[in-house]
């Protein structure tokens, strides 16, 4: 789950709770494993990372945060990713969207916040979500 920490979204992550976050660790079954990546200009596994991210939170590079996350995965074990963002990315995603595509591993993304009347740009970095593969039993 990578998860959004930057300045533009702290009113709606703090209005929103655990909420979001909470009810992914419900379905966890069996060996079922979810890992948090905070990311604002930087991005780190909430497990291994300082808790104040060291680059601040001015900005969003969500690409940096897709380009860890793909780090995490392993070979032999199925994954998902989970988004949660108020969709307004500071940079371009770069061949973060490619490699996702590429790797197969399915990408679903929660946008939260009111946002503001230019978030609709920041959408169009995105693949359309029927690019993703899928999973049926989702």
């Known amino acids: 789950m990578l998860v959004d920490r930057s300045d533009s979204i702290a009113a709606a992550a703090a209005a929103q709770g655990s909420e979001t976050l909470d009810h992914p660790r419900a379905l966890e079954a069996g060996a079922d494993r979810i890992f948090y990546i905070d990311f604002a200009v930087d991005a780190c596994r909430r497990d291994e990372g300082d808790p104040d991210l060291p680059g601040g939170t001015g900005q969003t590079r969500t690409g940096n945060a897709l380009d860890l996350a793909l780090g995490q995965l392993y070979p ?63």
Do not use: H
């Not at 399915?106 to 230019?118: A, F, H, V």
């Open 76 to 138: 032999d074990r199925s994954a998902r990713f989970l988004v949660l963002t108020d969709g307004y990315a500071t940079e371009p995603l770069g061949n973060a969207a490619e490699k996702v595509l590429r790797s197969g591993v399915p990408l679903d993304y929660r946008i939260l916040g009111q946002g503001s009347d230019e978030d609709y740009r920041s959408m169009a970095s995105w693949p359309r979500p029927a690019c993703f593969p899928a999973n049926p039993s989702s």
